[in-house]
């Protein structure tokens, strides 16, 4: 019976879409080397090969993923700092009446709401910022569809700040700015995404505690191997193309840096106390010299007052 189960799980891997596309391509790549092809079909073919097949299997995937979303750990619920405001970024999501509203979010927003839920229900004090503009024109924001969701779960109305403008990260950290009453607020957005919001809202001069979420890696270490993380798959396609995006998004903030734009990454992790975040190169250290000119020109002040 076990063997029967094990046989129902290799037939179904092996017969999925991605793992036959790249059965054929492989044929068509060994066919057009053998039959002697033009390079122009040989090195595309094989080109095609290689990426597909490198970035379907999960333990190329998991290693790119794993460079962003093992930067920052999970939020933790005995930080003794008290929790005031809790920033959920935007993610996706399209309005469709027919549907939950947890069914009309995407999954990236909705993992987000959940893990910015989990933390209030600790925090009840607690205000939500929710950020995100509409996905389509003349559909209500990805930030009012979070709200709510929340209030369905339980949030009261008045702390639930909808901020329904921002279109990207650098204008969701703008447009929050204005409303912040607290130093730390604790911000959540995906575990590949974090990286690049926290520098973005370092630039802006907020300071935040990470809280990522929707890992796509599970159990990165102490795994057994498993041949199935060899075997061509989409959900592998889908880490790969999530890694690819943080890549260039992160390279993106990295240009806007040499370009002059200021940055400074503010975060604090959860469950350290730390104080307020000084920039040495925004706020350097008087010199020796600067110190001994301020008491002569204090000292020449008091006696010109005498």
């Not at 379907?56 to 460079?67: I, K, Q």
């Not at 809202?201 to 990165?220: C, D, N």
Request: aromatic content about 8%.
């Amino acid at each position: 019976m076990m063997e029967f189960f094990y046989f129902k799980k290799l037939v179904a891997t092996l017969v999925s879409p991605v793992p036959i596309g790249f059965a054929l391509l492989t044929l068509a790549m060994l066919a057009a080397w053998l039959t002697g092809a033009s390079r122009w079909v040989k090195w595309p073919a094989t080109l095609a090969w290689v990426l597909l097949g490198s970035l379907s299997v999960y333990t190329v995937a998991a290693s790119w993923l794993l460079r962003y979303e093992s930067l920052y750990p999970a939020f933790d619920m005995n930080d003794p700092r008290p929790v005031e405001q809790i920033i959920v970024l935007g993610c996706f999501g399209i309005e469709d009446p027919l549907l939950p509203v947890s069914s009309q979010l995407a999954p990236c927003s909705l993992v987000r709401l959940v893990e910015g839920m989990r933390i209030w229900r600790k925090n009840p004090q607690a205000e939500f910022i929710l950020s995100g503009g509409p996905t389509r024109f003349g559909q209500i924001s990805n930030a009012q569809m979070g709200a709510n969701l929340l209030t369905d779960l339980g949030v009261p109305e008045k702390q639930i700040q909808v901020l329904s403008k921002a279109r990207d990260t650098n204008s969701e950290a703008a447009e929050i700015k204005p409303f912040l009453s607290t130093y730390s607020p604790v911000l959540v957005t995906s575990a590949t995404h974090m990286k690049r919001a926290v520098r973005i809202f370092g630039r802006h001069g907020i300071s935040v505690i990470a809280a990522p979420s929707e890992h796509l890696v599970r159990a990165p270490s102490g795994q057994q191997s498993d041949w199935r993380q060899w075997v061509p798959d989409a959900n592998n396609l889908y880490r790969s193309e999530r890694a690819w995006y943080a890549t260039l998004g992160n390279t993106l903030v990295t240009i806007q840096g040499m370009m002059g734009v200021n940055e400074s990454t503010h975060v604090q992790p959860s469950g350290v106390l730390t104080e307020p975040v000084v920039d040495a190169e925004a706020n350097p250290a008087p010199s020796r010299e600067q110190e001994v000119q301020a008491e002569e020109e204090t000292a020449e002040s008091e006696a010109a007052g005498q």
